[in-house]
């Protein structure tokens, strides 16, 4: 429990005004990866990386993206570009190895933003609204790089996020 120095009145709070969640223009967006976790898929049979993209520019900066990356799934179309979506991420930011989604974090990349409709999921009957979607990676000159850019550092050398110890192969 934490004790307040001040009571604090409901009735002098601002309003909330919940935040912008339309969709952004379609279009190539640069971004910064804010947060990378791996989850389970619903039916529990693969994994996907779950990212969260900052928009840095040119317009939109401060709006956030998330994209899911199917790494593992039981089918073999969705993993398949899954992994190829994994390994455009990969180059775009000048990373030679994953390990440890952290390693991804920080990495700035050019993403092209499409707008998916809304609609009614046919098997849950769960309605979802109008969101964007990350068709591709793009390094952060628009282009996409076959190998880490001359004397970019390489992602896999930064340190752990905070909070959390570096795993065992970044140790020396």
Same mark, same amino acid.
């Given at each position: 429990m934490a004790y307040l120095d001040q009571p604090i009145n409901v009735n002098e709070l601002p309003e909330d005004? =919940? #935040? @912008? +969640?339309? $969709? %952004? $223009? $379609? #279009? @190539? +967006?640069?971004?910064?990866? /804010?947060?990378?976790? %791996? /989850?389970?898929?619903?039916?529990?049979? =693969?994994?996907?990386?779950? !990212?969260? !993209?900052? *928009?840095?520019?040119?317009?939109?900066? #401060?709006?956030? *993206?998330?994209?899911?990356i199917n790494i593992r799934n039981k089918s073999s179309a969705a993993e398949q &570009?899954?992994?190829?979506?994994?390994?455009?991420?990969? /180059?775009? &930011? =000048? %990373?030679a190895t994953l390990q440890d989604t952290d390693q991804l974090i920080g990495g700035h990349v050019t993403v092209k933003l499409a707008i998916r409709e809304a609609r009614t999921d046919p098997a849950t009957g /769960?309605? +979802?609204?109008a969101s964007n979607e990350v068709k591709a990676y793009k390094g952060t000159d628009g282009a996409m790089p076959s190998a880490a850019p001359a004397g970019m550092p390489k992602a896999s050398a930064a340190p752990a996020a905070p909070g959390k110890a570096a795993p065992p192969w970044m140790k020396k």
């Open positions: 005004t =919940g #935040g @912008d +969640y339309t $969709p %952004l $223009p $379609p #279009g @190539d +967006y640069q971004t910064v990866i /804010k947060d990378a976790d %791996l /989850k389970a898929t619903n039916d529990g049979t =693969g994994q996907y990386i779950k !990212l969260r !993209l900052d *928009v840095t520019g040119p317009t939109h900066a #401060g709006r956030v *993206v998330f994209s899911n &570009i899954g992994r190829a979506q994994l390994g455009a991420l990969m /180059k775009a &930011i =000048g %990373l /769960k309605t +979802y609204e």
